[in-house]
């Protein structure tokens, strides 16, 4: 059982790699760099996937909310590129395989559907492509055909929330430190999911013949950013009063970016309970109790 995963350097690949290692399966990455466990894109390119592999993922990317680089046309394309391009690879290199895994699981985004704070989204909303990251989800998840009998798993994830990685490495300081606080007025709807339940939910897809297609990758416990702010709060023992004004982020990040943020859309992981995946963290303060720690164990 050999399991390829590309961006498995990352935050979401890494935690991968070790839930699949501990099952049992043989990890290897697609990155940029040389390691022992590491295979390049062009090798991928050029010699395909390796003999054996039962599973690929794509966890693979440029992080956006880089915030030493600005939303320049070049950063954006390279935002773009990191997705599409690599996940193409990985799709072309499947339908060249003779010995075919048996599936191919992409993460992408529930940036796919439009913010608002009133319409709510399950896997059979439209995504709109009117902004940024709903035109960029389409034209990603459309880099991933992969002829049958190979299954393909698209997982819509939320923010994925866990110490080392995304939105909570970000914040961890300044909530540590007291100076945390809601982003604009806090309305904003926050899917969320927990990284232990992501990388559980593609090990799910990875092991049920019967999964396929677009799955929600958020709690089913919709909250606001408002909600999340008090409850890390609380996890840390600090106060968070201390709002972040929409127009500093737009201003610092670019508002094309910063919607991320400042936007929110109420997704329903309706596929996923519909497939009875368990989650282990459904409710936000059981997650925010998990990673409010500054030396956690894991
Ligand atoms: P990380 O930034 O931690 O990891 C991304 C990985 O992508 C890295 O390991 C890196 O591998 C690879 N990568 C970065 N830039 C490029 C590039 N230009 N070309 C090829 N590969 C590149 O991100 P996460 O693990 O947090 O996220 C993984 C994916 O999941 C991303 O596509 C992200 O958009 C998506 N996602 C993440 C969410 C989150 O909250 N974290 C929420 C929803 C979706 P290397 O440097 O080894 O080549």
């Known amino acids: ?34 390691a022992s466990k590491n295979i390049s894109w062009s090798t991928i390119e050029a010699s395909g996937l390796p003999k054996d592999t039962s599973a690929v993922v794509n966890c693979a990317g440029q992080q956006f909310m880089d915030f030493t680089k600005s939303w320049t046309p070049g950063f954006k394309q390279n935002v773009q590129n990191s997705r599409i391009y690599t996940t193409k690879a990985l799709a072309t290199a499947i339908n060249k395989a003779q010995d075919k895994p048996k599936v191919f699981v992409l993460v992408t985004g529930v940036g796919a559907y439009e913010p608002s704070n009133v319409n709510k989204y399950d896997e059979s909303s439209p995504t709109t492509g009117t902004d940024f990251f709903s035109r960029l989800v389409v034209e990603w998840e459309k880099a991933a055909q992969v002829d049958p009998p190979v299954r393909l798993v698209i997982i ?23 100076f945390g606080g809601p982003i604009g007025d806090g309305k904003q709807y926050l899917p969320w999911i927990h990284i232990d339940d992501l990388t559980r939910l593609i ?8 999964v396929k297609g677009v799955l929600n990758g958020v709690s089913p416990n919709v909250i606001t950013n408002e909600e999340f702010t008090k409850s890390f709060a609380k996890a840390l023992g600090r106060p968070a009063f ?5 127009a500093i982020l737009n201003f610092a990040l670019h508002p094309e970016r910063a919607m991320i943020m400042t ?36």
């Open 1 to 34: 059982k050999s399991v390829i995963i590309g961006g498995g350097t990352g935050f979401i690949g890494k935690h991968l790699g070790e839930l699949l290692s501990s099952k049992g399966y043989d990890i290897m990455n697609v990155a940029r760099m040389p």
């Open 156 to 178: 819509r994830s939320g923010a994925v929330l866990g110490r080392w990685g995304g939105m909570i490495k970000n914040m961890f300081l300044p909530f540590f430190l007291g």
């Open 203 to 210: 090990n799910f897809a990875i092991e049920n013949e019967n």
């Open 242 to 246: 201390i709002p972040v004004p929409e």
């Open 263 to 298: 936007k929110g859309q109420h997704v329903i992981p309706k596929r996923v309970l519909e497939y009875g995946f368990k989650y282990r963290y459904e409710n936000i303060n059981d997650a925010c109790k998990e990673f409010a720690h500054l030396f956690p164990k894991k």
